[in-house]
DNA sequence: TGACTGTATGTCATATCCGACATAGGCTGG
DNA sequence: CCAGCCTATGTCGGATATGACATACAGTCA
């Protein structure tokens, strides 16, 4: 089945560490770099929900989504795509300067 | 048909000066932020296609996709998601430094 | 304990996006 | 002129993402 496949790939993301991607993993670098910034993106709007002190229910009734989408979203599901994940984080009002700090800026330098 | 309605806004967003989105068209502040991103992404797209010195044709053999849809991507059609343009983007070997700074600098400043 | 709240995960029908193809128009060098 | 590129636009069948729903699980409060 296709979701075993997924998950693991997904799985396999979150536990990287900086730098990690290539060495561990059989991905091409568009790819790796792909999953990392989704993974960023994910944080980020999770980090920003709760900013704003919103449930996953409550954020999604402002995107006309479903609370499980959110939640996919915030773990970085396969299926979906940066597309929905920077659509979300512009109707929580983040900026193009912030948009653009997020995907720059290093998992570990967000972490610290 | 829907291709009209698509067209228009397209069209309409070409024309975009800097600032004006808002003021012009009937856009949630959401909805420019997003078609502004997107041409962005697709200005930024031709620049690096160029620069590379790449057909719309040969682009496409590296993405494996096709000429049309390349096309479609540096109008910013409304039929290509931020998805393919960032994976394309990716693919053309942009570090997330450049991308960040794509998605943060205005339209104004890249055409200076 | 059990009601309640928030989050995660799987599934499905449908909406949307994608690659491919056809075709048109522009431009350049014969 | 026209042959050979390149780019733009429309269409379509199939692929993928989406919202919605069901359900599970953890934590909290009384």
Redesign the pocket.
């Known amino acids: ?1 296709k ?1 075993r496949e997924e ?1 693991k790939k997904r799985l396999e993301a979150k536990g990287w560490k900086v730098g990690s991607a290539k060495e561990f993993l059989n991905l091409s670098d568009e790819e790796s770099a792909y999953i990392e910034l989704k993974m960023r993106m994910a944080e980020g709007l999770r980090e920003r ?2 900013q704003h002190r919103l ?3 409550e954020l ?1 009734r402002m ?7 959110v ?2 979203m ?2 970085g ?5 940066l ?2 994940l920077i659509r979300s984080l512009l109707v929580l009002g983040i900026s193009s300067r912030d948009l653009s700090r997020l995907i720059a800026t290093s998992r570990a330098a967000r972490a610290a």
Do not use: C, G, I, N
């Not at 995107?63 to 989408?69: A, E, G, H, N, V």
């Not at 599901?77 to 795509?81: F, I, K, Q």
């Open positions: 089945m979701m998950k929900r709760q449930s996953q229910a999604a995107l006309k989504s479903s609370q499980s989408r939640a996919k915030e773990t599901d396969p299926s979906v795509s597309d929905l």
